[in-house]
């Protein structure tokens, strides 16, 4: 199964976008470009929404992520995700949503949006074949509303059967790494056909951990195996180069030297694992970089800079923690004062900006 460009079509791309009128970028565009940020406004004529659609027009953001709060009504959501369109067309904005079916939707029949099965069930129920037919509809829906990045699919086994964050809410497709693969191929075939790009998530594996991410520190150090990297290898054998989104947790083997960092912000992780055991050389997207695993032990500098310098190309904010409208200003100026000062920090931008532009030349 084809699933996205082959890597070296993709830089081809990226090398072309870049030399046409246009995209000689600064170092502050391709610093924006590696912002997705939360925000609040349901409305496209709200004050909040006005601002953050002229950020994505002077490229001081890449992208923006929907939560519920922000879904009123369908007819607004596609208003709004007309107006972010708009401000970029050349280089399109992520328009991001967590949209795995089950206990994780943004939209929901609450606002007339047709809700699915969470992915155990799909499993359990449907072949592949078929839970790509389910996966099709949900994937037009928000093509049709103006998405261009879904948030899935989930490639973590089902292996701890009291995780609090993946089995709890039955977001595994199953215990069997083929198996997983297999539905995680379906949910993204899905999605090509609509033209929204994907992320699989929790790189390096979220479902044997005994604790909640969201909520602090997740140690997997005694309970993670190499097994759990099956999927992603399966999928990336397949010539996938869709987004692989990274979590917050912490294992002592693969902790980066005098730090206990979680693999967000590890280069073992990352740079190691990754791109280089692994060979993924996509774009690697954060989970939300306000849950409590880092803003409990990493102010925002620390944050932005150690997640760089690990090898991620996309820091995700849900600014939520502590809303404010600048947060995308501060995290900026964080990276083009470190790019400034350090020129292989610079050239880690540079890096991660081709890949992005990359990318975003799958949008439709």
């Known amino acids: 199964m084809l699933l996205a460009l082959r890597p070296a079509l993709a830089a081809l791309v990226a090398s072309l976008m870049m030399i046409a009128p246009g995209f000689a970028a600064s170092l502050d565009e391709m610093a924006g470009q590696m912002i ?102 949900m994937a037009k829906a928000i093509a049709d509303l103006g998405f261009t990045v879904n948030f899935g699919p989930v490639a973590d086994l089902d292996i701890n059967p009291n995780n609090q964050i993946i089995a709890k809410f039955g977001r595994a497709f199953s215990a069997d790494p083929a198996v997983v693969a297999q539905y995680d191929a379906a949910f993204i075939a899905a999605h090509e056909q609509a033209g929204i790009l994907t992320a699989l998530k929790h790189f390096p594996g979220h479902g044997s951990s005994t604790a909640d991410s969201h909520e602090g520190f997740v140690d997997i150090t005694k309970t993670w195996s190499k097994t759990e990297l099956e999927p992603y290898r399966a999928l990336f054998s397949q010539g996938y180069t869709g987004m692989v989104m990274v979590g917050h947790l912490f294992h002592a083997d693969y902790s980066d030297a005098g730090a206990k960092t979680p693999s967000s912000l590890s280069s073992q992780w990352i740079t190691g694992v990754l791109r280089g055991d692994l060979g993924f050389d996509g774009v690697a997207i954060s989970d939300d970089l306000e849950m409590g695993a880092i803003r409990k032990h990493f102010n925002l500098k620390q944050t932005v800079t150690g997640a760089v310098r690990a090898g991620l190309d996309v820091l995700l904010f849900s600014n939520t923690a502590n809303y404010h409208a600048g947060l995308g200003d501060e995290v900026r100026a964080i990276l083009v004062s470190e790019a400034k000062a350090d020129p292989e920090f610079a050239a880690r931008i540079e890096q991660s900006y081709n890949r992005i532009v990359a990318l975003k030349a799958h949008i439709r």
Request: proline content about 4%; charged content about 25%.
């Open 36 to 137: 997705v940020i939360g925000f609040q406004g349901d409305s496209a004529n709200d004050k909040s929404i006005k601002a953050l659609t002229a950020e994505l027009a002077a490229g001081d953001i890449g992208g923006v992520m929907f939560l519920k709060t922000n879904v009123s009504s369908l007819a607004a959501v596609k208003a709004m995700n007309a107006a972010f369109r708009d401000a970029s067309p050349a280089l399109p904005p992520f328009i991001t949503l967590d949209q795995e079916g089950g206990a994780v939707e943004r939209l929901t029949k609450d606002v007339g949006f047709t809700e699915i099965a969470n992915a155990r069930t799909i499993a359990r129920k449907m072949s592949p074949e078929q839970a790509e037919a389910v996966y099709a509809k």
